[in-house]
C-alpha cells in the first residue's frame, strides 16, 4: 500500500513539473531576452555627423523602447572600437580601415592604436550608413593648385585616432608624401575652421559625409576650394575600403564661385554602425529596424541608404553580421525560438533533463533496494512448501499409516497454492516470475506426493487381493 502511495506521488510531481515547465520555459525566456535599461552610444565628435546621427538614433530608440540612451562623445573611430571592445559602449560608428591604418604610425603620433584580430568576433556589424567623401580643402586664393603642391605644407589630417586621420595615412602614401614631408596637424573640425580663418592651416584631408557641417560651413562661403585625387583607380586597388565617388558640381556653393566647379572624381568609404556580439539580439533589431526605415534615412537626408535600402546598408567589410541585425535583414529566416534564449539556456535544459534522469534513476535505485531488504510475499508461502517437502520425503508410502499423511499433505499443497493466487493480482501474477516458478514448484510436489500415493493404493490392493 505505502508503495502504491509513493508511485502515485511521484507520478504527481513529474506531471506538475510538465505543466510548469511551460510557464518556468516563458519566464526564462523574458528574462533571457529582456532589453537593457540602459545603453550608450560611442558617437564622435559633436560636430561630426556620427554625433548627429546618434542624437536621432536616441531620439527614435527612446521613443519605441523603455530605454535610456547615452551618447558618448569621442575622437572618433578607434576611439569607438576600443570603447565597444571594453565593454564600455554598446553601440558605436566606425570607419572601414581606421585599426589597420593608424596601426602603421608612430605611437607618438597615433592614439595608441591597438591591432587585436584575435578579438574581432566579438565585434559585429548592424549596418552601413553613407558614403564618407575624402575632401582635400584648400583656400580658394592659395597656390596649391594640385596634391604635388603639398609637401612642406602645414595640412590638417585628422585628430588622433579618427577616421579622418585613418583617411589621411594611405592618401599621403598615394601621393608618395611622408608625415616628415609635411607639417602635420591633429586638429578638431572647429580648430580646422578657426586656423584657416586665422591664415595659419595650408589644407586640410575631411573625411566625412557630405552632409556635414564642417563642408557647408567652409565651401558655402566661396572662400575654399577642393582638390582633385589623381589616379584613383591605383588608390582603390590598394586599400580595399576605399571606393571611388564623384562629387557633382556646385554640390556646395551653385553662386560664383562655385564649388567644385565641375565633377569632382575622389574616393570615400563606409560608414559602420557596430556593437558587441554579447548585446541582445532584440535590441538590435530594433536599432536595425530603424535605420532601414525610410524616416530614419529621410531625416538624416542619408539618400544612398534611402535609395538602395537594405542593399547599402548590408555593405560589409571585415566584421561579422549581428544576430539581432540579420533578423531584421531576413525576417522569413528568424527561427521560432530566439537563437540568444536557445544559446543561454543550453545549460539549464541540459541540466534539469540529467536532474530528471538522475532522480529516476535514484527513484528506481531505492526501489530494487528496498525490495531486496524487504521479505518478498512468496517467502513465507515458499517455507512452507518446503516443510511440506521435507516430510513427504519421510514417507515412502510402503506403510499403511502413510496415506492418510500423504492424502493431509496433497491438501495442504492445494490449499498453499489456493491460499498464493488469493495473494495476488492478475497483473502482478504476470509481472512476477518468482509467483510462476512457485506455482511449478506446488505442481511438482503434487505429483511426487501423487506418485506415492498412487504407490500406496497398489500395496493396500495387493494386500486384499492377498487375503481373498
Known amino acids: 500500500m505505502k508503495v502504491d502511495m509513493k508511485r502515485t506521488l511521484f507520478k504527481i510531481l513529474v506531471v506538475s513539473l510538465l505543466v510548469s515547465l511551460p510557464v518556468i520555459l516563458h519566464f526564462t525566456y523574458q528574462w533571457m531576452t529582456a532589453l537593457p535599461s540602459q545603453i550608450t552610444i560611442a558617437a564622435g565628435h559633436p560636430e561630426g555627423r556620427y554625433h548627429g546621427m546618434a542624437v536621432q538614433l536616441k531620439a527614435m530608440l527612446e521613443q519605441r523602447l523603455p530605454i535610456d540612451v547615452e551618447i558618448l562623445e569621442t575622437k572618433g573611430s578607434l576611439e569607438n572600437l576600443d570603447l565597444l571592445r571594453s565593454g564600455k559602449a554598446d553601440l558605436g560608428f566606425y570607419q572601414p580601415g581606421t585599426e589597420f591604418a593608424l596601426a602603421s604610425l608612430k605611437p607618438v603620433e597615433a592614439a595608441k592604436p591597438k591591432p587585436q584580430i584575435h578579438t574581432m568576433p566579438h565585434i559585429c556589424f548592424i549596418a552601413n550608413l553613407y558614403s564618407q567623401v575624402v575632401h582635400i580643402i584648400v583656400p580658394a586664393e592659395s597656390d596649391i593648385k594640385s596634391v604635388n603642391d603639398l609637401k612642406g605644407r602645414r595640412i590638417a589630417i585628422g585628430e588622433q585616432s579618427s577616421g579622418d586621420l585613418a583617411a589621411s595615412v594611405p592618401l599621403l602614401q598615394h601621393f608618395q608624401l611622408t608625415l616628415d614631408e609635411i607639417e602635420p596637424a591633429y586638429l578638431s573640425y572647429e580648430e580646422i575652421e578657426k586656423q584657416f580663418g586665422d591664415n595659419t592651416l595650408d589644407a586640410a584631408i575631411v573625411t566625412v559625409g557630405v552632409q556635414a557641417p564642417v563642408l557647408h560651413n567652409l565651401l558655402e562661403t566661396g572662400h575654399y576650394r577642393i582638390l582633385e585625387i589623381p589616379y584613383i583607380g591605383a588608390l582603390t586597388r590598394k586599400e580595399s575600403h576605399f571606393y571611388e565617388y564623384e562629387i557633382p558640381a556646385g554640390m556646395y556653393r551653385r553662386a560664383e564661385p562655385t564649388v567644385p566647379v565641375q565633377n569632382l572624381q575622389t574616393v570615400a568609404c563606409g560608414a559602420h554602425l557596430l556593437t558587441r556580439e554579447a548585446v541582445s539580439a532584440g535590441l538590435i533589431a530594433e536599432v536595425t529596424s530603424i535605420i532601414l526605415h525610410q524616416n530614419f534615412s529621410r531625416q538624416m537626408r542619408l539618400n544612398e541608404l534611402f535609395a538602395q535600402g537594405n542593399t547599402f546598408a548590408r555593405d560589409n567589410q571585415g566584421f561579422p553580421v549581428h ?48 525490495s531486496k531488504a524487504k521479505e518478498h510475499k512468496l517467502d513465507r508461502y515458499i517455507r512452507q512448501l518446503v516443510e511440506i517437502e521435507n516430510k513427504q520425503m519421510q514417507l515412502d508410502g510402503n506403510n499403511r499409516e502413510d496415506g492418510v499423511v500423504l492424502h493431509q499433505l496433497l491438501d495442504d499443497v492445494t490449499c498453499l497454492r489456493q491460499e498464493t493466487l488469493k495473494q495476488f493480482s492478475a497483473h502482478e501474477l504476470n509481472e512476477d516470475r518468482a509467483t510462476d516458478v512457485f506455482l511449478e514448484m506446488c505442481h511438482a510436489l503434487s505429483d511426487k506426493i501423487n506418485a506415492k500415493l498412487l504407490g500406496w493404493k497398489i500395496d493396500r490392493l495387493g494386500e486384499t487381493i492377498d487375503k481373498s
Open 323 to 370: 544576430l539581432g541585425a540579420d533578423h531584421a535583414y531576413n525576417p522569413e529566416l528568424k527561427p521560432f525560438l530566439n537563437s540568444e534564449f536557445v544559446e543561454a539556456t543550453e545549460g539549464m535544459r541540459s541540466f534539469i533533463v540529467s536532474i530528471l534522469i538522475a532522480a529516476y534513476l535514484l527513484f528506481r535505485w531505492v526501489q530494487n533496494r528496498r
